[in-house]
């Protein structure tokens, strides 16, 4: 059975910063893709960051590109996201996810597995 368990979520005045883990277990974590999604009260979930089974392939959504860094340790089965000047717009709650295939990608329908999500609250 998957478990996906995020971690690192609070409460951080705008430009500040955070860094979410997501820990998984139970399937060999190496050789799949993974993600970061997020999803505001009232809004639909969206792509946030996504890495490839080696971490050699990122990609993120324009939103979030070169303040958000999306990295992975396989020795630990283990996945971050590095947020950097924060914005009241990035309040949400944060998901991590598990792709079918090893690259990584940016299609909500590519991801197998979620985790439980962590709540991101940036204050203005």
């Known amino acids: 059975q998957v478990q996906l368990v995020e971690s690192g979520g609070g409460l951080v005045q705008a430009g500040g910063s955070l860094r979410l883990s997501c820990a998984a277990s139970g399937r060999t974590f190496s050789l799949y893709g993974m993600g970061w999604f997020r999803q505001a009260p009232g809004k639909e979930r969206e792509f946030v960051a996504g890495i490839s089974w080696s971490g050699g392939s990122t990609i993120y959504a324009d939103s979030v590109k070169g303040r958000f860094t999306i990295s992975r340790d396989n020795a630990k089965n283990t996945i971050y996201l590095q947020m950097s000047s924060l914005k009241f717009e990035d309040t949400a709650v944060y998901y991590c996810?598990?792709?079918?295939?090893?690259?990584?990608?940016?299609?909500?329908?590519?991801?197998?597995?979620w985790g439980q999500g962590t709540q991101v609250t940036v204050s203005s």
């Open positions: 996810a598990q792709g079918r295939r090893p690259g990584g990608s940016g299609q909500r329908q590519e991801y197998a597995y």
